[in-house]
């Protein structure tokens, strides 16, 4: 009896590896029934322009964010760039169903094929690891559907103070490996307070919200790797994004074991594996691309931004902020002078401005105009905001140490 059961298990072994031998290292094939479909022929649209470089997002939303999202998503719209949108599960069937029709009944989304919302979303807890976990089934899913060169996550909360267009003019002349990853390894409280508490997210088994979970007994701090911190909020190269889904050594899956005890792991699990890995340490630029304003001394979230913060905002050069409230005044005011954007309609740019530079309205796709790019003042800020970044002395002074 004994050697039958050895026999069995070591034919089960053997099966098992014959099929960990044949996955790919790279995530080539595309899902088939998430696949982008530019429909050419509808509108005779050329794409013997491509745009210089891509982005691919995750916009994630709560319970009560279908509005702040739609108004998102026209200002953050553009047809060379890719858009996950996740809806937390909490949500209400009719918040789900109002995206989902947002969504399909949109003619430009329809027809360019870029916009997805993920269809069986995630259950997220403040501070827990699923909202990690949902960034990495982010990553996943945009890997395999279509490509680009940097994934930005952001949240309903956000919004962009650059067009589209500047971004993409911006970042085209960058190395395609860098990572926008605020980090730190001076975690200070935060070595007590987060890194030896034990902490559960029940939203991991359960279809109820509910707190996290502590564990009595606290953990020692690793000596296997070394802790970092930062913001939650990053833009991470292509290649990056591969490294921590696919993981050819086994660090990012040895570092997301341990975040998911961890307080806050989106602050802390994208800084500890880039900072300790060889591969890809000296690709990181110290910055998040946020403007975001806490109250002195700092509190639990950061302050809502309003119209005082607008000239802050704009001379920060940075190109998304956070956070706002629901139809904050501020919005208008960035709609009207940094987006060119009026409601219901896209930011400005050259994909749906029409012929003459001076139309400002950008309701629809103008399909002979698709690969086209007009950048403002918006790219000219930015510019000077990464070049002061990635000088050489602000640029090793600032990479994981």
Not at 92 to 113: C, K, L, M, Q, S
Not at 186 to 203: F, Q, S
Request: aromatic share 12%; proline share 6%; glycine share 6%.
């Amino acid at each position: 009896m004994g050697i039958k059961v050895l026999v069995v298990s070591l034919l089960l072994t053997s099966i098992v590896f014959s099929f960990l031998y044949f996955i790919p290292t790279r995530l080539t094939i595309p899902i088939h029934s998430w696949k982008p479909i530019i429909n050419l022929t509808k509108s005779n649209m050329s794409i013997t322009k491509p745009y210089p470089v891509t982005f691919s997002y995750l916009i994630s939303a709560s319970k009560g964010d279908s509005l702040k999202l739609k108004r998102m998503l026209y200002a953050l719209y553009h047809p060379g760039n890719y858009y996950l949108i996740h809806m937390d599960y909490e949500a209400t069937e009719a918040e789900h169903r109002d995206i989902a029709e947002f969504v399909g009944g949109n003619p430009v989304f329809g027809e360019v094929g870029n916009v997805w919302i993920v269809g069986k979303p995630n259950l997220v807890t403040y501070r827990g690891p699923t909202m990690l976990a949902t960034t990495i089934h982010a990553l996943a899913l945009l890997l395999r559907t279509c490509r680009w060169d940097w994934f930005i996550n952001l949240s309903a909360s956000d919004y962009p103070l650059i067009t589209q267009d500047d971004l993409i003019h911006a970042f085209s002349d960058l190395p395609r490996d860098l990572n926008f990853i605020q980090h730190s390894s001076h975690l200070g409280w935060k070595l007590n307070k987060r890194g030896k508490p034990i902490t559960i997210d029940p939203a991991l088994y359960s279809l109820n919200k509910s707190e996290l979970w502590w564990v009595i007994k606290q953990r020692a701090l690793p000596t296997a790797f070394k802790l970092y911190t930062g913001s939650a909020w990053t833009m991470i190269s292509r290649s990056f994004a591969e490294y921590c889904v696919l993981g050819w050594d086994n660090l990012p899956r040895t570092l997301l074991l341990y975040y998911t005890n961890f307080v806050s792991s989106p602050e802390g699990y994208f800084q500890t594996v880039i900072c300790n890995s060889e591969d890809y340490k000296n690709t990181t630029i110290n910055h998040d691309l946020h403007y975001i304003s806490w109250d002195t001394p700092p509190k639990q979230h950061p302050r809502s931004l309003g119209l005082r913060d607008f000239k802050r905002m704009v001379q920060s050069n940075r190109p998304f902020a956070r956070k706002f409230k629901q139809n904050a005044p501020v919005l208008k005011k960035i709609d009207q002078q940094l987006l060119k954007r009026r409601r219901g309609e896209f930011a400005y740019g050259g994909w749906c401005s029409g012929k003459e530079k001076t139309q400002r309205s950008c309701s629809g796709l103008q399909s002979e105009n698709y690969g086209v790019l007009r950048p403002g003042p918006g790219s000219r800020r930015l510019k000077s905001l990464l070049t002061k970044l990635l000088s050489t002395r602000n640029h090793q002074k600032q990479q994981c140490r």
